[in-house]
Structures are given as C-alpha cells and as structure tokens.
C-alpha cells in the first residue's frame, strides 16, 4: 500500500478514505495480496493501480480472490505516472474519446503524420478497445 505522490493529482479524484494498492507485477506477489484485502472492515474502499499491460484480467481476479466488489474501472493515459486522459473503462467513453477529443499536438511537423494515421486507423477498426486491454488502469472496489 502506497500513499499518493504529487503526481498522482488523480488521485483527488478517488474516494475519500480509500485505501491504494499497487497491484504486484510477481505473481507471488499477487498471491499474497486477497489475503490481506479479505482483512478489511465491511464497506472500505480500495483502490487497486496497475500499469501493466493486461491489467483488466489482473485487476478483475484480484478483486474477485479478495471477495470484493467492482464499482468502477478508469483508465489513465498514457500512463499510470502521468496520465493525460482519466477515462472510465467503458466502450461509450472510450469510443468518445478516441473519435472526438484526441487530437494531433501542433507544431509536430515530423511525427504529426504518423500520430493522425495512427488515430485515424484506430478509429476507423475500433482499435481504442485494444487500447482498454493494455493501458494502465485504476480499479475502484468496495469491501460487501
């Protein structure tokens, strides 16, 4: 369990009193983990943080191991440390937000080609929801 760094500013957005997990890459690691998660009062929050590709998997099984309940699933891009884009794990808001608020940065005149075929492939196969498989993510659950 880890408290908030300066970056987290996303944090702000999670509930107040939850409690974070960094979800371990070892799988050892995650081993121990619902073992302690099952040691929670009833009704705490817990907010597991993974930035590993595959994190859906990973996060649903971890919950479920704990016996604990899903409220919502956010993911942060591009990354866990930065994220630009907090966006709920959600084929609505995930298909919004590849169609209408990405964008090319101006004043990238090398790479500004590539990044628009880039998002324009993306939107054209629906790729934003493989994008939802492997972008690093928060998972907001509940102790029943």
């Known amino acids: 369990m880890m408290a908030p760094t300066r970056s987290d500013w996303w944090w702000e957005l999670m509930p107040p009193g939850a409690i974070r997990i960094d979800v371990p890459r070892s799988r050892p690691g995650r081993r121990r983990l619902p073992e302690r998660l099952r040691e929670l009062a009833r009704g ?10 595959g994190s859906p998997r990973r996060c649903r099984r971890l919950a479920d191991a704990a016996g604990l309940e899903i ?3 956010y993911l942060l891009l591009p990354s866990i440390h930065a994220p630009a884009y907090l966006v709920q794990d959600r084929p609505a808001a995930l298909s919004y937000l590849w169609s209408a608020v990405l964008a090319v940065p101006p004043g990238r005149a090398r790479s500004a080609l590539l990044i628009d075929l880039g998002l324009r492939l993306t939107r054209r196969f629906a790729a934003w929801t493989l994008v939802g498989r492997a972008a690093p993510r928060v998972v907001l659950a509940r102790r029943p």
Do not use: A, G, Y
């Open 71 to 73: 409220d919502r699933e």
């Open 44 to 53: 705490e929050q817990v907010v597991l943080c993974d930035p590993s590709p």
